[in-house]
């Protein structure tokens, strides 16, 4: 009888790449025949190397659940195969086209920006105007989103599409896609759900780049209330990085004149 590939690694189904990972290592550590005498070892050895292959891979995770989830109401595989293209390809356009055009011209933390970014795609969708191309402030500002943010397919049923959550301790987002809830929702063909992947994935995107400035959830609408809150967030801060450069410019300043005091007074 096949194993649950989770069950074999120990790890829940909404496991991110690097849980999956983290969970591998260590009992690749634990069960290596040339590390453990046992005579069990290399037979569980093998299981977890299968188990991690299986879940390692984006493409055989999705075909598994396919094979596994569809008796029990979960969508097939191929829409789980066809799902799983969508949110690499929406991936690509968002951090690589969109989201650098929109944070080129940001100011302060880009709360501005992003909350702009989430109404251009509330008003064309998944197609809005093709920006021009991303200046190198709004690359190095995406590299450094991308860095802090994990996005991974959930196989499960959710009530939202797209969830995001920080886990605890951490300065990382989990951006969670649920392929459950876009089967529910009749998106069958690959056009319809490649648009929607990219949308929901751009909105969420933008919810938490807005959401680390304070600016209320962008979910249900963009109004003009808040982007004046967005712009007022980035003012803000924009303030405080003045008068701190102020000040240190004034502490660098004096400890110069102590300096030169002191030299004259030789």
Avoid at 69 to 80: V, W
Avoid at 90 to 102: I, M, Q, R, S, Y
Avoid at 157 to 167: D, E, I, L, M, T
Avoid at 226 to 243: G, K, M
Wanted: hydrophobic residues 45%; charged residues 25%; proline residues 6%.
């Amino acid at each position: 009888m096949e194993q649950d590939p989770y069950e074999v690694l120990g790890v829940a189904r909404d496991a991110t790449a690097e849980e999956i990972k983290k969970a591998y290592r260590a009992l690749a550590r634990k069960w290596h025949p040339d590390r453990n005498p046992a005579p069990e070892a290399e037979a569980t050895f093998k299981r977890v190397a299968a188990a991690f292959e299986t879940l390692s891979d984006p493409h055989a995770r999705a075909r598994w659940h396919g094979a596994h989830d569809a008796s029990r109401g979960g969508p097939p595989r191929r829409f789980l195969e066809e799902f799983t293209d969508a949110v690499e390809r929406a991936e690509g356009l968002v951090f690589g086209l969109w989201l650098p055009a929109a944070l080129g011209e940001a100011r302060g933390r880009g709360a501005e920006a992003a909350v702009r970014f989430a109404a251009a795609i509330l008003k064309h969708g998944a197609t809005p105007p093709q920006p021009p191309e991303a200046a190198a402030a709004g690359r190095r500002r995406t590299r450094r989103f991308t860095r802090r943010v994990t996005v991974h397919i959930v196989y499960g049923p959710a009530w939202s599409p797209v969830q995001a959550h920080r886990p605890y301790g951490t300065q990382r987002w989990q951006i969670a896609l649920y392929p459950q809830a876009f089967w529910e929702a009749g998106l069958r063909e690959a056009v319809a759900l490649d648009r929607a992947v990219a949308e929901r994935l751009a909105l969420q995107v933008a919810a938490l780049l807005a959401a680390e400035a304070g600016v209320p959830h962008l979910a249900h609408g963009v109004s003009e209330r808040t982007i004046a809150a967005a712009r007022e967030a980035d003012d803000a801060l924009l303030a405080r990085r003045l008068r701190n450069r102020l000040f240190w410019g004034l502490v660098v300043l004096a400890c110069l004149c102590l300096l030169y005091a002191g030299f004259v007074h030789l």
